[in-house]
């Protein structure tokens, strides 16, 4: 079974977008992977699909698979591709567009600019809704970890469960071994997305993300506004800032409890193609995946 793709990108964080609103389109965990698979697929940190609506008050489903094959609740970068997918497909017109996904609903704007403005819902702090394990609510939790001590974080929701931490230089920041170790910790029942947060003033910070499922990626955006909502809660951030990830620079702003968190950046197009999702589900025997149909860098 072929089936058409595009490759995006948000800030480097990589994506390959599906059209499941005139055919259904199922994916298991292995074909995902295999989508994902960088030497043998497509290669991309998430794979996105565009599915009809729930509901009349929502445009569309929005689904997300990380790289490991699991389905997950939410993905700002990812959410700001599938708009400008969206649009770039002609799905639809819409300006702003309503979508729902396993986090809940999202509500996207296309800027005149080019980039994408996505209002992710209002932070969730307490323990039970992140999920944590533990009944009571602090703006600073520690755990110990072994290999690295006590390990203090705040801990929030942006529709997926983030724990950020505050560190000196994120270049020296040990992402990948503390990040594998705090994602599967027994006190994220549903593992957990790290961040790794270097202050440089009130409105600017610096940002390392630890992807649940994925692994340090370019940038993640719901993990921009967790670290965001996580630095404002505790008075170490204005209200508007600059986050910037090793893929480039996003603006998050929060007006504060109550408040949803809105997050601007941009969402390019990088290539086409053609899929054999038949062959992207089973075992490799050689040959070739897919066939790119047509390919360019820049904006699409």
């Not at 996505?118 to 110990?144: K, S």
Request: aromatic share 8%; charged share 25%; hydrophobic share 40%.
């Amino acid at each position: 079974m072929h089936r058409a793709f595009v490759k995006m990108q948000g800030l480097g964080n990589d994506f390959v977008v599906f059209d499941a609103t005139r055919e259904p389109l199922e994916l298991d965990a292995a074909s995902v992977r295999r989508i994902a698979d960088r030497r043998f697929g497509v290669g991309c940190d998430q794979v996105l699909v565009v599915a009809p609506a729930p509901s009349p008050e929502a445009d569309f489903r929005y689904r997300i698979f990380n790289r490991d094959g699991g389905e997950v609740e939410q993905c700002g970068n990812g959410a700001r591709c599938f708009a400008r997918y969206v649009h770039d497909a002609g799905l639809s017109r819409r300006n702003p567009l309503v979508v729902e996904t396993l986090g809940g609903r999202l509500v996207l704007h296309l800027r005149p600019d080019g980039r994408v403005s996505v209002n992710m819902g209002v932070p969730v702090f307490e323990p039970a809704r992140i999920p944590l394990r533990t009944g009571e609510a602090h703006d600073e939790y520690e755990l110990e970890v072994a290999g690295f001590g006590r390990v203090r974080f705040g801990a929030v929701s942006l529709g997926n469960p983030h724990a950020v931490l505050r560190v000196d230089d994120i270049e020296r920041a040990p992402v990948e071994a503390l990040g594998a170790a705090l994602e599967g910790h027994p006190f994220f029942p549903a593992r957990v997305n790290v961040g790794f947060m270097q202050l440089c003033d009130r409105e600017h910070a610096r940002l390392r993300v630890f992807e649940r499922g994925a692994g340090e990626t370019l940038a993640c955006g719901s993990g921009a506004c967790a670290a965001a909502a996580v630095g404002m809660r505790r008075g170490w951030l204005a209200q508007r800032v600059t986050m910037t990830l090793r893929g480039g620079d996003l603006e998050i702003a929060w007006a504060g409890p109550g408040e949803p968190v809105w997050m601007t950046g941009p969402a390019v197009r990088v290539f086409t193609g053609e899929l054999d999702l038949e062959c992207a589900g089973g075992e490799w025997q050689g040959g070739e995946m897919g066939r790119a149909l047509r390919a360019g860098a820049g904006n699409g």
